[in-house]
């Protein structure tokens, strides 16, 4: 089945310690975004990727950073997470602008 | 202008019931409405969905009321189950944009 990948499902990272987390999917979409998820919270969009080009949004933190190396993966990359990181990370994929976004399983982060 | 402003915050229905969740929104410029599902532990899933030129779509038990003068839309579920106990999240996109705005959720428990 054609689906949004995300590795590892749990991350656990100290205090400071850079931590990448991963996406991949089958559906060969060309946007691919990251959520931030808090607990009991709604989903909030840090930045997109249509194709190559990268959308950040202007509230994300300068310590969020992202990678695409090819349309099926994208990187979240958090360079000194806090324990206000604490989270879940969630990608989706769209084909296009403007449509159905399809979200992956999500990644929960502990900072220690 | 951004905002989408969910209610109920919790909700509780008997088996059989029907769960009836708002959402209401500012920006005119709003032209796609998604529900999202989410269940503990995983991405939320597009559950149905409707663009402001119906004003009612249905999908077997799920349906979505939409009233564009009043800036307001809502979803209906008629014979809840059990298995409808999640998270349910009301959205919005702007023509064109990729971005999604969430309303803040509400949590639904079906009881036997």
């Known amino acids: 089945d054609a689906m949004v990948i995300q590795n590892p499902r749990y991350q656990v990272t100290q205090f400071g310690k850079p931590v990448t987390l991963s996406c991949s999917q089958t559906l060969n979409h060309n946007v691919m975004y990251w959520y931030q998820q808090k607990s009991s919270q709604a989903p909030k969009l840090l930045f997109h990727?249509?194709?190559?080009?990268?959308?950040n949004e202007a509230d994300t933190p300068d310590n969020f950073q992202s990678r695409r190396p090819n349309t099926s993966f994208c990187f979240l990359d958090i360079r000194s997470p806090g324990l206000g990181d604490a989270a879940m990370y969630l990608c989706a994929t769209s084909k296009g602008q403007g449509n159905e976004q399809f979200f992956g399983p999500g990644t929960r982060l502990t900072v220690l | 202008q951004q905002q989408v402003k969910q209610s109920p915050q919790s909700l509780i229905v008997q088996k059989g019931g029907i769960s009836i969740i708002n959402c209401a929104y500012e920006?005119?410029?709003?032209?796609?409405f998604p529900w999202y599902q989410q269940f503990p532990g995983k991405g939320p899933a597009l559950l149905i969905a409707?663009?402001?030129?119906?004003s009612e779509k249905k999908e077997g038990r799920f349906t979505i009321s939409f009233n564009k003068s009043a800036k307001q839309f809502s979803l209906h579920i008629m014979d809840s189950q059990p298995g409808d106990s999640a998270t349910y999240f009301c959205?919005?996109?702007?023509?064109?944009?990729?971005?999604?705005?969430f309303g803040a959720g509400t949590r639904l428990a079906v009881h036997p």
């Open positions: 959205a919005a996109r702007k023509g064109g944009y990729n971005k999604l705005i």
């Open positions: 920006n005119t410029a709003f032209d796609y």
């Open positions: 409707i663009r402001p030129d119906v």
């Open positions: 990727y249509y194709d190559k080009d990268f959308n």
